[in-house]
């Protein structure tokens, strides 16, 4: 192995204890359950909260089959369903209606809203963002309670475009 190869495997070394206790006083810091980071082939999955903290090798990219039995399984999506529009989460964080507790609701069931509108905000690591709808419609569901932890891409809020 040459000098390079050392550098660059010393490098992206996850398994060091002392990046993983970093991290591990990270979660214990913001309040985390799950902390789950990739990097080219590593990966660590941390969690707390009644499990036992684990971090893993890198996981094979295998993509399942589609069988039968599952799209059978799959809920048929009605013409109304198809149309609709949703705005995920574009981070993990906490998602928040309003911008204060008295404050009132960025936007609720029936309002219609542009794709400026902003729509909610999800505080990441104490930053509150604010998240544009990126949509034009009518606001049909609010997916999330207030107040509630939200993953990459978890939908948010269901918009008809038509409506």
């Known amino acids: 192995m040459c000098a390079a190869q050392r550098s660059v495997d010393k490098s992206v070394d996850i398994f060091n204890v002392q990046k993983v ?7 214990k810091e913001h309040d985390l359950s799950e902390l789950d980071l990739k990097q080219a082939d590593n990966r660590v999955r941390l969690r707390r909260g009644g499990e036992v903290v684990a971090y893993s090798a890198p996981a094979p990219a295998v993509r399942p089959a589609v069988g039968a039995v599952e799209a059978a399984a799959a809920p048929k ?3 109304a369903d198809a149309r609709m529009l949703v705005i995920k989460s574009p981070m993990v964080g906490t998602f928040y209606k309003a911008s204060g507790p008295d404050s009132p ?6 309002d219609r809203i542009g794709p400026e509108k902003t729509c909610c905000i999800v505080e990441a690591m104490k930053v509150f963002n604010e998240i544009p709808a990126g949509v034009s419609g009518q606001v049909v569901a609010i997916l999330v309670e207030n107040g509630a932890a939200v993953e990459f891409g978890q939908p948010l809020i269901k918009v008809d475009p038509e409506g």
């Open 77 to 79: 999506e009605s013409a």
């Open 105 to 110: 609701a960025f936007v609720k069931v029936g």
């Open 21 to 27: 206790r970093q991290l591990i006083e990270l979660m």
